[in-house]
């Protein structure tokens, strides 16, 4: 099955809601949607580089260039590169993991499509639904957030995790285990603390939540060893985990006791799929992050997190949460047991609807 032509559409969606961390607030999400034709088969990768450097160092302006100026070009016309050897394979270009991911993530699409199964069937997945959780961004006061909190949960989310910064922390999270004592509950720092300020979440501790996310700096896994040391709650690594190499890092070094795994920052769902062997192997559990994903990308997580280790809620929520109308005609719900269901139709198991793709298209290049 020969490479035949790729093309990339820069999107722009609007949020239902805008979404506030610590490096930011977005009303509108920006990435890459990139459509590989091999072999009279059409297939999706959703490249999660956002508009803005505040997550990774990677936006979709430098995807469209390493995707455009040197990813693509060696691979057209030439065979379909299979996408376990595809992270090797694309080694002469330092970095870009979310320009490479997205690229595998259609090469995985066509390989499952060309054989008749879905991803989760070729991933070995174990599950039929994924259980899922809800990620809060900063909201005006602790009170507010209490509010936002209280809509998700009747919408029959179990799980909640709160984006927190310095200055924004233990009250928040305190306001929401106080309105809600049993939920699950976690909160992500987005690298917000040093190892000096950390020690002010130490109260966090006694708030039973189920981790911390990523305290430190991004490319940190040293002062997160030190850190987790004054922690009883479990520190998870995201930004930091950027490839199973460092995954091995961090748990050698016990610099966290649980990870999130985002294929886009890992270089892919092959580097994921072995971060997930790694981590079971280590007795680590590890959960889905989410990049606020369209369909395309919702799919490729929902069949990853159906996998046997991934035994914490991913930030998989329903497609009502991010989206009024997204780029596939299928739409994620959250089914009453705060799950969704993984697709299991051959590939990643939805259809673009092209007239929204049009519709959301704010740059084209065909290649
Ligand atoms: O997809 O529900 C989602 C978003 C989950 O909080 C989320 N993602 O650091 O984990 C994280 C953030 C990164 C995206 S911020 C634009
Ligand atoms: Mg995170």
């Known amino acids: 099955m020969n490479l035949d032509s790729i093309i990339l559409y820069h999107l722009r969606m609007p949020l239902v809601s805008p979404f506030e961390t610590s490096f930011g607030r977005a009303t509108d999400r920006e990435c890459v949607l990139i459509e590989v034709r091999a072999g009279g088969l059409t297939g999706f990768g959703e490249c999660v580089a956002d508009s803005n450097p505040g997550y990774s160092y990677e936006t979709v302006g430098t995807a469209i260039h390493i995707l455009r100026d040197y990813l693509i070009p060696p691979l057209l016309g030439k065979p379909l590169p299979a996408p376990r050897d595809y992270f090797t394979l694309s080694s002469p270009v330092r970095g870009h993991h979310m320009a490479k991911a997205g690229l595998e ?29 809800v990620s809060v961004g900063l909201q005006a006061s602790p009170a507010a ?28 999270a305190r306001a929401v285990r106080a309105a809600f004592p049993r ?9 917000a603390f040093t190892l000096e300020s950390a020690p002010t979440l130490l109260p966090l501790d006694d708030l039973h939540l189920l981790l911390i996310e990523q305290p430190l700096f991004e490319d940190d896994i040293w002062d997160h060893a030190k850190l987790q040391g004054q922690f009883k709650t479990p520190i998870c690594l995201d930004e930091s985990i ?15 006791r649980i990870i999130n795994i985002k294929q886009a920052r890992v270089g892919g769902l092959a580097n994921a799929l072995e971060i997930h062997d790694l981590c079971q192997s280590w007795d680590i559990p590890v959960w889905c992050g989410g990049m606020l994903e369209t369909g395309v990308g919702r799919a490729a997580n929902l069949a990853l997190a159906s996998l046997p280790n991934f035994t914490l809620p991913g930030d998989i929520s329903a497609t009502e949460r991010y989206y009024h109308k997204d780029i596939t005609h299928e739409r994620f719900a959250l089914n009453a047991d705060s799950t969704i269901t993984v697709p299991d139709q051959p590939g990643l198991g939805v259809t673009v609807n092209r007239a929204a793709l049009e519709k959301y298209t704010a740059g084209k290049v065909v290649l």
Not at 106 to 121: T, V
Request: glycine share 8%; proline share 2%; net charge positive.
């Open 145 to 172: 957030l209490v509010n936002t909190v209280e809509g998700y949960l009747a919408q029959g989310y179990t799980r909640v995790k709160i984006k927190i910064k310095p200055g924004r922390d233990v009250e928040d």
């Open 105 to 133: 993530m259609a090469f995985w699409d066509l390989l499952a499509q060309a054989e008749g199964k879905s991803l989760k069937a070729l991933f070995g997945g174990v599950r039929e639904r994924v259980e899922v959780g």
């Open 242 to 256: 950027v490839s199973p190499r460092h995954a091995r890092y961090a748990l050698e070094m016990n610099a966290c």
């Open 183 to 191: 939920i699950r509950l976690q909160v992500d720092a987005n690298s």
